[in-house]
C-alpha cells in the first residue's frame, strides 16, 4: 500500500530529467502553472484569438492581420525558439523550451532535426562551457493546444541565474518575424 501512495505522489509531482529521458513522458503542469495556462486559453478564447494567432503575433513578431492570414500554416517563417511561457513542472536546473514552426507539419523527424540546428547555433558555445544537455520531445496529436508544429525542448544544466540570463540573451540575438 505504501509504495502504491509513494508512486502516485512521485507521479504527481515534478517532471525529473530522469522521466524526460525515457521513452514516456507524462507531460504536466504544478496546479499554479495549470491555472495559469487554462486562465490564458480561456482569455484567448473570450477575445476571439485562436492560440495560432497568438503564437504568430507574439512568439513571430506578426501583425494581428499578418498573422491572421498566417494562423492556416501556409506562411514560411524562420523558426523561432523562445523559453515556455506556461512551462510544465521540470526540475528547479531543467528550463522548458519551444521551438516553433510556422506552418502545421507535425514530422517528429523534421521537428528534431530543426530543433537540434537552432539549439546548436543559438546555444552552440553555452552549452560546451556549462555542459548543457537537451532533450526533444513532440506531444502527441490529443496532448497540442497549438495547431502550428512545434517542439518541447528541456534543457538541463541552468542552474543559476547567470546561466539561465546568457541562454535568454542568446535566444533573443536572433530575433523573430523574418519571414522566408
Known amino acids: ?18 522521466e524526460i529521458q525515457s521513452d514516456y513522458i507524462d507531460t504536466r503542469r504544478s496546479p499554479v502553472q ?3 495556462y487554462l486562465s490564458y486559453l480561456s ?12 503564437v504568430l503575433e507574439n512568439v513571430f513578431n506578426l501583425s494581428n492581420q499578418r498573422a491572421l492570414e498566417c494562423s492556416d ?13 506556461y512551462p510544465y513542472w521540470l526540475e528547479d536546473d531543467v528550463v522548458h523550451l519551444l521551438l516553433f514552426m510556422s506552418g502545421k507539419d507535425w514530422q517528429e523527424k523534421s521537428l ?13 558555445e553555452l552549452v560546451s562551457r556549462y555542459s548543457l544537455e537537451w532533450r526533444i520531445y513532440v506531444n502527441p496529436p ?8 512545434h517542439a518541447h525542448i528541456f534543457l538541463k544544466g541552468v542552474n ?8 535568454k540573451r542568446a535566444l533573443m540575438s536572433g530575433k523573430a518575424g523574418h519571414e522566408l
Open 1 to 18: 500500500m505504501l509504495k502504491v501512495l509513494f508512486s502516485v505522489v512521485t507521479y504527481s509531482g515534478v517532471i525529473t530529467w530522469e
Open 34 to 36: 495549470l491555472m495559469a
Open 43 to 54: 482569455r484567448l478564447k473570450l477575445s476571439g484569438i485562436s492560440p495560432e494567432t497568438a
Open 73 to 85: 500554416g501556409h506562411c514560411v517563417l524562420e523558426s523561432q525558439l523562445v523559453f515556455n511561457r
Open 112 to 124: 528534431q532535426e530543426e530543433s537540434n540546428g537552432l539549439l546548436k547555433k543559438s546555444l552552440g
Open 142 to 149: 490529443h496532448k497540442r493546444s497549438v495547431g502550428l508544429a
Open 160 to 167: 543559476s541565474e547567470e546561466i539561465a540570463h546568457q541562454v
